[in-house]
């Protein structure tokens, strides 16, 4: 959701730019003794390419479906999947890049990770890390530009309306090309609440040596369960400067943040909204200047310490299905066998086990599965046997909903291309406990038109 702090005495003041010869990739770094790497991207790929669609969402329009308009920010441009605003460029780098047309409209770029499980190991140390040069523009030509490298908790997804309470990490933010790198923590309620929002609470500083916009510098974040009371740090060059302490909010409110599945990963360049506007009036002018790229050369994600539980391997078979007498949420529920259906095709599938399978589902398709049983031991987890063709930038979400299709999804994750229409994984989500008998509704969400997606069967765990 992004409304970021205007308490101007954050400022750092502008440093003239310092020339730094500095490569424009580097291979993601190997990590430091005692830390293992949980997931990276380099960004190797052909020029004009867009990013992995195993690694990432490309996020579209001016919002996400249901939620709040232009991201909840005010921010103008419309997001889009087209390698003229969002490509590698053949030499390890993805480049972000806001245009702006002849009527003056402006498009930019947003994605996020299919991963939205990123947490520290219990009582371990998580760290996300990338490193970035913004877009190199200052001055007036830079009002309204707002690149910025994020995490969002889990639960938004499919939800949309949960902010700032499932919690949010401003890794890296700036806005109007000022030499400065804003961190902010946002959680709680809004307005106010004890992260003062919508500002959150921030710090910002100058970037080391070379200034911001004129080379690459690194931010990480610092989440720390192996203290007490838990700390998150920011860091930019490996110099610390924020934190914030477990102490210094609600016990309710740092749980409500913490003790979901985890966070996903967000990079985008925004155009205009409420923080560049606070800063310097209305945004973007005449005087920006468009075709000004932020630059990543790689984001990593890794962890030290702890104790880390094995994450259950999602079946590639379906479950044993238990003896005639009721639909046992536990069982294998073969996707063909709705009770009500809308937008779906079915045709053979080629997975293991024979069958059928629902066929290229797209946004707004659903189907219903009456009188499914959890008993009374809550079920905790969704596991979907999903394949998909989409084509390149087009991706969706597969959600649980209970006993109607306007209630809020219980569960849900995110899907792109798999290899193939034929192509089939075992994906598991993490969702609200549930209990009792209830109609299953299995719905469909996309920013795109195009279908996205084929199920198989589904299943729940405790």
């Avoid at 440093?15 to 424009?24: N, T």
């Avoid at 998580?126 to 889990?154: C, H, K």
């Avoid at 930019?236 to 003790?259: C, E, F, R």
């Amino acid at each position: 959701m992004r409304i970021r702090p205007i308490a101007l005495a954050l400022l750092a003041p502008l440093l003239a730019a310092v020339s730094l010869s500095v490569a424009a990739d580097a291979s993601v770094p190997t990590p430091p003794a005692g830390w293992t790497t949980v997931w990276s991207d380099d960004f190797d790929g052909p020029n004009g390419s867009l990013p992995s669609g195993s690694n990432w969402i490309i996020d579209t329009g001016h919002g996400y479906p249901g939620g709040p308009g232009n991201w909840g920010t005010g921010e103008i441009q419309n997001y889009t999947n087209s390698p003229n605003n969002l490509s590698l460029d053949g030499t390890g780098n993805l480049r972000i890049t806001p245009r702006r047309d002849g009527a003056g409209n402006w498009t930019s770029a947003r994605v996020e990770t299919q991963r939205s499980d990123f947490k520290p190991p219990a009582g371990g140390v998580l760290a996300i890390e990338s490193r970035i040069q913004m877009p190199n523009v200052t001055g007036d030509a830079a009002l309204g530009y707002w690149p910025a490298f994020w995490a969002l908790g889990a639960p938004y997804r499919g939800n949309y309306w949960n902010w700032p309470g499932i919690g949010e990490f401003d890794i890296m933010e700036n806005v109007n090309g000022i030499n400065s790198v804003w961190g902010v923590l946002h959680c709680g309620v809004n307005p106010g609440g004890p992260c003062n929002e919508t500002t959150g609470i921030g710090a910002s500083r100058a970037c080391p040596g070379s200034t911001c916009q004129s080379a690459f510098h690194t931010y990480r974040f610092e989440w720390d369960t192996s203290i007490s009371p838990n700390q998150l740090r920011w860091y930019v060059d490996g110099q610390q400067w924020h934190s914030i302490s477990q102490g210094q909010l609600p016990a309710d409110t740092w749980t409500n943040m913490t003790s979901h599945a985890g966070y996903f990963i967000l990079l985008n360049v925004a155009i205009g909204g409420a923080f560049p506007d606070a800063l310097n009036g209305p945004t973007p002018r005449a005087s920006t200047v468009p075709d000004k790229p932020m630059v990543v050369d790689y984001v990593a994600v890794t962890a030290k310490g702890g104790t880390t539980t094995p994450p259950t391997t999602p079946p590639t078979t379906p479950p044993t299905t238990p003896p005639p007498g009721g639909s046992s949420a536990y069982s294998t529920l073969q996707a063909e066998s709705y009770g009500q259906q809308s937008g779906m095709g079915l045709e053979t599938t080629t997975d293991t086990g024979g069958g059928q399978n629902l066929m290229q589902i797209g946004n707004g398709d659903w189907a219903l599965y009456r009188g499914i049983d959890f008993g009374s031991t809550a079920a905790t987890q969704f596991v979907a046997r999903v394949a998909s063709g989409a084509a390149g930038g087009v991706s969706g979400l597969v959600e649980v909903r209970l006993d109607s299709r306007s209630n809020a999804p219980i569960g849900s994750f995110a899907i792109a291309n798999t290899g193939g229409w034929q192509s089939w994984r075992s994906v598991p989500a993490n969702m609200s406990s549930v209990t009792g008998t209830h109609d299953v509704y299995v719905t469909f969400t996309s920013g795109q038109p195009a279908d996205y997606v084929n199920l198989n069967w589904f299943t729940f765990t405790h």
